[in-house]
């Protein structure tokens, strides 16, 4: 689509390009300098003969003039100014029309900035939960401490019988190769988690990964087929597989395609409403079509399952903002809630959002309910209209720039916002 408000900014370029005064391709054209003034400043719209006339005096296509820069260049530096406050949105096409270079420069910054800040968040996830680090940690710890408590032993200055000193050193030698060999794995282990995304240390991590490289969706289990599997993937695929049969396919797309309804879609189905928001995050992608997110959470409100959405980050560890629905479906189970939310910063991205919380086991009157929650997350150009605002969501506190929220239970690492 022609982007019309830069197609002053491109005459002007190509004017000067050119080496043409003002006053001599205004009368070129056959209009005053003072409207052509008005033009390149992007103060007049322009189109029809005058656009064909202009393009051919300054020996170009019309649509050099008129397309303006690219959309996505556009895009990308109205969410690098939605992150300042001074910036001038307004003037961004203007900015990308008389400065493209400076302008991919901003952009290519923008992307840096977000791509460093997704790896702080995975490496302060993994910092904080991984498992592997944490038994290296305190072994490499427990070991040191009882080095030193033989080594005081040892330095007191009584005497100490010669069998008992043996046996000291015996246990300094043997507590010094441990420390060594614990040091040395944690080394290893760091020095090889630089790629933050291909370290996989949990089953929930090999799951996504999993499902990852077939993009959610899985047409041989959707056949039928059985598919070899163990640990965290055979159980997902085994859920996958009763919610295809109890979705088909090609029948809930068709239903899906006339809106996209979870209470209503389980109505008509005859399902309860997280199969159909599980489901929904299984179908097939379509091209033009933005994604839908899925999360869900144990009772505990760790995270059980993620995939991703474009602009709401997932915690890969631990649990995550409790301002998110998701958590307030586990005060009231069973009873659905829809919220718009909205991320961080100006201009942030919005989300339609169903949760729901409801039994992953019957056990019976007498046992133990084991609660899961589910939540489906909807970019807005996908949800529709939205109306204005949202409640405000951020990923975790850890690295949430939010400084006036109620629910943080840690202080940010990020530059905190008002």
Known sequence: MPCLALTGSRIRAKRTEAGLKQAALAKKVGISPAYLNLIEHNKRRIGGKLLLDLARELQVEPSALSEGAEAALVATLRDAGSQVESAELARVEDFAGRFPGWAAVVAEQHARIARLEHTVSTLTDRLTHDPFLSTSLHEVLSTAAAIRSTASILAEGDAVEPEWQARFQRNLLEDAKRLAEGAGALVSYL???????????SPQEELES??????????????????????AVADYLARYRADAVALPLAPFQAAV?????????????????????????????VAGQASVGLVTCDASGALLFRKPVEGFP????????????????????????RAVVQQSGQDAPRFLTYAVAQPRVLTGFDGVQIIE???????????????????????????????????????????QEG
């Not at 790629?195 to 996989?200: C, Q």
């Not at 309804?261 to 159909?276: E, I, M, N, S």
């Not at 631990?318 to 809630?337: F, K, T």
């Open 210 to 231: 999993y499902l990852q490289a077939r993009g959610y969706h899985l047409p041989e289990v959707e056949a039928g087929q059985e598919v070899a599997a163990d640990g």
């Open 373 to 415: 929650a589910v939540m489906l997350v909807i970019p807005e150009n996908r949800a529709g209209d939205l109306g204005e605002g949202g409640q405000p969501v951020g990923t975790s506190c850890r690295i949430c720039p939010r400084a006036d929220c109620a629910a943080r239970r840690e202080v940010s690492i990020l530059a």
């Open 257 to 285: 395609a006339e809106g996209l309804d979870p209470a209503q879609l389980a109505a008509r189905f005859g399902v309860d409403l997280a199969t159909v928001l599980r489901r929904l995050a299984s179908l097939p992608d």
């Open 191 to 201: 020095d090889g988690a630089g790629d933050v995304e291909s370290t996989l240390s």
């Open 314 to 337: 997932m915690p890969q560890f631990g649990a995550a903002c409790p301002l998110w629905p998701l958590y307030q479906a586990l005060l009231r189970p069973q009873v659905p809630i």
